[in-house]
C-alpha cells in the first residue's frame, strides 16, 4: 500500500523556537490533512489542503502542499508547552485516508 | 455536543474470547473508521464505511470485522482475538467531501490487552 513518511520522527525544542515536520510520498497525494495527538490523547483534526502549492495559516501554525502534491510541511512558529504532542499527516479521502508514521514534539522551557 | 463515543476505554481480554467494541457519533456523518496504533507504525486503517451497509477493509483488517447496520454506529467485532492485536483502537468519523474543512472526529481510544 501507498507509504507516507514524516521526518523527524521526534524533535526536541526549546519553548520560543522553531519547529518544522515533512511529510512525504514517493506517489501523488490527494488530500493532506495535519492532525495533532496530545499525549494520552486522541488525534485532533487541524487543517486539510487539496491543491497544489497551498498555504494556509492557523495562527502559529503554517501549513503547506508541495507544487508537486508529493510533500507536505507543518512549521510552528515560536513553539509554546502547549504544542507538545505528535503531529500527524494523512493522505487520501474521506473513507481511505492513510496516516503518516507521526512527529512527536518536545517542548520544554 | 459532537462527539464520537467508544466503549469501553479500557479492556483485557484472554486470547479466543469474542469482543466487541462500541463507537457511536452524534454528527450525522457518513464516514466511519476504525484504527489502530501501535508504536512506531502510527494509525493504521482496519475497515472503513462509506454509509449504512456499505463496509470495506483497509490496510490491516485481519481478524477483525465491522457493520453498519445504523448511521450512527459503527461496532468493532474481534472473534478470537489473539495478543497480536493487542493496541489502542480509535473509531473516527468524517461528513466527507473535499470541503477545506472536513477531517476525522476521533473518539477517546480503547486500549485493548489480549493475553
Known amino acids: 500500500g501507498q507509504q507516507v513518511m514524516q521526518i523527524p520522527q521526534y524533535q526536541h525544542v526549546q519553548e520560543g523556537e522553531d519547529f518544522t515536520t515533512y511529510c512525504n510520498s514517493s506517489?501523488?497525494?490527494?488530500?493532506i490533512q495535519w492532525y495533532k495527538q496530545r499525549p494520552g490523547g486522541h488525534p485532533v483534526f487541524l487543517i486539510q489542503l487539496v491543491k497544489s502549492g497551498e498555504v494556509k495559516k492557523q495562527k502559529r501554525l503554517t501549513f503547506q502542499f508541495g507544487e508537486a502534491k508529493k510533500n507536505s510541511s507543518l512549521h510552528i512558529t515560536a513553539t509554546q508547552t502547549t504544542d507538545v504532542g505528535t503531529y500527524f499527516c494523512a493522505d487520501g479521502t474521506a473513507s481511505k485516508l492513510t496516516f503518516g508514521t507521526g512527529t512527536r514534539l518536545q517542548v520544554t522551557l | 455536543e459532537a462527539q464520537v463515543t467508544q466503549n469501553p476505554r479500557y479492556l483485557i481480554t484472554v486470547t479466543g474470547k469474542k469482543l466487541t467494541v462500541t463507537c457511536s457519533q452524534n454528527?450525522?456523518?457518513?464516514?466511519m473508521s476504525w484504527y489502530r496504533q501501535d508504536p512506531g507504525l502510527g494509525l493504521r486503517q482496519i475497515y472503513y464505511s462509506m454509509n449504512v451497509e456499505v463496509t470495506d477493509k483497509g490496510d490491516v483488517p485481519e481478524g477483525y470485522k465491522v457493520s453498519r447496520k445504523e448511521k450512527r454506529n459503527f461496532p468493532l467485532i474481534l472473534e478470537s482475538p489473539s495478543p497480536n492485536q493487542t493496541s489502542l483502537y480509535f473509531c473516527?468519523?468524517?461528513?466527507?467531501?473535499?470541503?477545506?474543512?472536513?477531517?476525522?472526529?476521533f473518539g477517546s481510544g480503547t486500549r485493548l490487552t489480549v493475553v
Open positions: 454528527m450525522n456523518h457518513e464516514y
Open positions: 506517489t501523488t497525494l490527494s488530500n
Open positions: 473516527a468519523s468524517s461528513g466527507g467531501g473535499a470541503r477545506g474543512n472536513d477531517g476525522y472526529t
